[in-house]
């Protein structure tokens, strides 16, 4: 695969919650980080986080949440606690902004209902 082939595929993976890119792609936005600088955080270059992002996301179901995130870092040969804890980070992130969301809903029905009083 060419190198912008690779980045293509790699962009198209970030916008979909199925893949790993979207995840990483997140990390690296709510963190201010280059691609380079998250794979100095996982302990390899640039291009394998690029390929990282072609993979399929972990399951959320604990028996393989951990299994499959130990099978993209071992496929990498990358830091795998510390992947498992960049999925966190955006989990928790993406729950936190689900909620915020939700109760901004729930306050401006509210005021649109004192004003239908």
Known sequence: MTEDMLLKMSHLASVDPFYMGWHLARYSALKGLSVSEMGGELGCL??????MYLCRAPRSEPPHFRNDLERVADRFQVK???????VRYVQIASDESMLLAAKDKDMKEDKDAEFDE
């Open 46 to 51: 640039p291009e394998t986080v690029h390929s």
């Open 80 to 86: 795998a606690a510390k992947l498992m804890g960049i």
